[in-house]
């Protein structure tokens, strides 16, 4: 039996509202406690003392959750503390974005470059001397200075297999009673995988790596299950949240959901919808589940640069249309958009600002473009020569959360970026 320190690397508290749940880390806990293995969470902000980076030491193996947000707390932890002989295992969304470079850093044992349910049980075998790590899907390693890749594109085929996440690893009581928990529930997904191919997002190097079949669902009996074994446990009443990147990809299962979840566990929810999927049938389903909020990523008011810079091909008058749907059901909206693009004057800011303003969305998230590692855009601005490839190694990690942009817009100045941040939700009349 071994101990698996389990990291995520998460903003500070007054920076950003973290919950605390992680459906990925979750996964590999159940997979790893499964083979009666032991999991220990570390939450690290940069404000944690030396006790957390320590006491992941501790055990048998550090394996690391990395967003790349998270990355220069991740280099200063094993600067600090994890170099030596401990074992470290590198998975997340920075893992699939850069393994090849991630892999050849000092005492990096092995980077994720995909999904870890299948890794974490062949790298458990690893630790017992039961299997070598070119034994170990998705992985890539430095052998003596050489990097190794084994083969990539491995996957649970079937996710009702999988155990349910292990949510008594996070302090889930809590998790859930903070405002942000009350406000984002109890946290399910039944998707893994996206078929859209926006620049700016890092679903599209997945699909690459992994190949279209990747798009999984579990079986509505699967989701409904968990959803009613979890309610129960934890004595829970409030709103049910589904993470899927898009929870309307397959009308048939949303169907069958729809019948079910209304008859079986008739609680709200709220879920991710792509423009594109939806129609008055899909919008009906939802509402008739139980949905009473929906995230739409809108991201501009410019067509031609929503399509051209994001890759995401969804006209206004489209849009409008389909946000009418959903009003008509009373659904509420929450609506992204994103300042600072490629290409983006002050005009463009104002269109986006009244087109967010003709949505009336109840909400707004809006953040300022950041290019991460593994998307399209990335490689876009490090090819023009406007992003530095390792950009992410200097940032301060609280960048991510500020109106500053990480590259060379050459537009937009600073104090006009930064107003726009502060006010559109006041112009866009969002309160
Ligand atoms: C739900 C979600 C959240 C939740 C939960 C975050 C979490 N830690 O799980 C909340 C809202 C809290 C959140 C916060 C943030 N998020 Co978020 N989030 C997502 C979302 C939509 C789904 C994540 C998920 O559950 N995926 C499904 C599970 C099964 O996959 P997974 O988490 O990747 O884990 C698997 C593998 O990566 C691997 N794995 C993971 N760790 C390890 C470790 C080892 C050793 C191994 C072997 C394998 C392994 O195995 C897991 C199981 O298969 C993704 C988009 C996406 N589709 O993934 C964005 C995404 C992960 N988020 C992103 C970002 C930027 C953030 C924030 C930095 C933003 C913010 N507002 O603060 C924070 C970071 C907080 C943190 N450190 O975790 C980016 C990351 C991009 C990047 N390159 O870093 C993503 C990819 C979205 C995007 N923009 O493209 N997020
Ligand atoms: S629709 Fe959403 S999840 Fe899918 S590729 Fe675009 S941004 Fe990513």
Request: aromatic share 12%.
């Amino acid at each position: 039996m071994s101990r698996f320190a389990l990291v995520n690397f998460v903003p500070p508290k007054d920076v950003a509202n973290y919950l605390g749940y992680s459906q990925g880390l979750g996964s590999i806990s159940a997979v790893l406690k499964q083979l009666n293995h032991q999991t220990v969470l570390f939450n690290i902000d940069q404000r944690s003392d030396t006790k957390s980076f320590e006491a992941a030491a501790y055990c048998d193996a550090v394996m690391v959750y990395l967003t790349t947000t998270g990355y220069p707390l991740f280099r200063y932890a094993m600067a600090q503390y994890w170099g030596g002989n401990l074992p470290v295992f590198v998975g997340g969304p920075h893992a699939i974005a850069l393994p090849e470079v991630l892999a050849m850093e000092p005492h990096v044992t092995g980077v994720c470059a995909g999904e870890g349910e299948l890794t974490a049980q062949v790298l458990s075998r690893w630790m017992h001397n039961d299997a070598a790590l070119s034994d170990v899907p998705n992985l890539f390693y430095n052998d003596n200075g050489v990097l190794q890749t084994n083969a990539t594109g491995c996957y649970v085929a079937d996710l009702d297999s999988l155990p349910f996440p292990d949510r008594d690893f996070f302090p889930y009581a809590d998790v859930l009673s903070t405002k942000a928990g009350r406000l984002v529930g109890m946290e399910f997904m039944a998707t893994r995988g996206c078929k859209y191919g926006c620049r700016f997002c890092l679903n599209p190097r997945l699909l690459k790596l992994q190949g279209k079949q990747m798009i999984r669902r579990r079986s509505v009996s699967s989701i409904i299950e968990e959803v009613r074994i979890a309610t129960n446990k934890y004595r829970y009443n409030g709103v049910i949240g589904f993470h899927d990147d898009i929870f309307t990809l397959d009308v048939a299962w949303l169907n069958e959901f729809a019948n079910r979840f209304k008859k079986e566990i008739n609680r709200p929810f709220w879920c991710n919808v792509h423009i594109d999927d939806i129609d008055e049938q899909i919008v009906r389903t939802l509402r008739r589940a139980g949905c009473y909020r929906v995230l739409v990523g809108i991201e501009c008011g410019n067509e031609t640069m929503r399509k051209k810079a994001l890759g995401k091909h969804l006209g206004n008058d489209e849009i409008l249309y389909k946000i009418s749907l959903l009003k008509q059901q009373h659904i509420k909206i929450v609506a992204t958009f994103m300042i600072g693009l490629p290409g983006e004057t002050e005009s463009n800011l104002r269109e986006s600002v009244d087109f967010c303003r003709a949505i009336a969305p109840d909400w707004i998230l809006l953040s300022s473009l950041f290019p991460f590692p593994g998307t399209r855009l990335y490689t876009q601005l490090v090819a023009e020569g406007r992003l530095k490839a390792d950009f992410y190694q200097h940032m301060n990690s609280e960048t991510f959360y500020s109106a500053s942009l990480v590259y060379d817009q050459g537009i937009l100045s600073m104090e006009t970026l930064q107003y726009y941040f502060k006010n559109f939700r006041k112009m866009a009349g969002v309160l």
